[in-house]
């Protein structure tokens, strides 16, 4: 049996494509496949579903990839919105898109945001996944980048510290996460 074209599992398809395209630096096509994929969710799934939020996502990834940080903000914003709405504030996919957020942000020059953004995703990290996890530890490194940027030089070490003693415990030593 297919799952035809309109199925969500098409469309989940069309993503993973999209994900390949924007990691070749084919942004066009990526955002074509994920424009299906949207294109199918939302008639099977409806305007409120954590998949559409996933995708909007992912198209957020690649207007970040190509410089244009509004478009990828509004991306941001508006899976943050579905996801809100949909799983909540404490859950992991939200931290996602608040760090997603935060480096649009930094990107931007804007690092107060950026951090703000960081904290609120630090926060629902830290009490849905805990201390020692490794998203936990990649919030704490982009909080790190973002103090240095600011010439808070103190707090960026001190970030970075935790990042590297999660990694550590986490992944070990010899991971190429704990040596960036």
Request: include cysteine; charge should be negative; charged fraction near 10%.
């Given at each position: 049996?297919?799952?035809?074209?309109?199925?969500?599992?098409?469309?989940?398809?069309?993503?993973?494509?999209?994900?390949?395209?924007?990691?070749?630096?084919?942004?066009?096509?990526?955002f074509q496949m994920c424009e299906k994929a949207l294109q199918i969710q939302r008639a099977a799934l409806g305007e409120q579903h954590p998949?559409?939020?996933?995708?909007?996502?992912?198209?957020?990834?690649?207007f970040v990839s190509r410089g244009e940080y509004d478009k990828a903000l509004e991306m941001h914003e508006k899976a943050l919105q579905i996801g809100l709405a949909t799983v909540g504030e404490q859950h992991r996919s939200t931290a996602s898109d608040f760090n997603n957020m935060?480096?649009?942000?930094?990107?931007?020059?804007d690092y107060d945001k950026a951090l703000r953004m960081s904290e609120k995703a630090l926060n629902i990290q830290l009490a849905v996944l805990g201390e020692?996890?490794?998203e936990t530890a990649i919030t704490y490194c982009n909080m790190g980048s973002t103090y240095d940027s600011q010439g808070e030089h103190d707090k960026a070490l001190q970030m970075y510290q935790k990042?590297?003693?999660?990694?550590?415990?986490?992944?070990?030593?010899?991971?190429?996460?704990?040596?960036?």
């Open positions: 049996a297919t799952l035809g074209e309109q199925h969500p599992g098409t469309a989940a398809t069309y993503v993973s494509m999209g994900c390949i395209f924007l990691s070749t630096g084919e942004f066009d096509k990526a998949s559409i939020a996933t995708t909007l996502g992912h198209m957020g990834s690649i935060s480096n649009i942000f930094f990107n931007r020059g020692q996890h490794p990042a590297l003693s999660i990694s550590l415990a986490t992944k070990g030593e010899q991971h190429p996460d704990t040596a960036t």
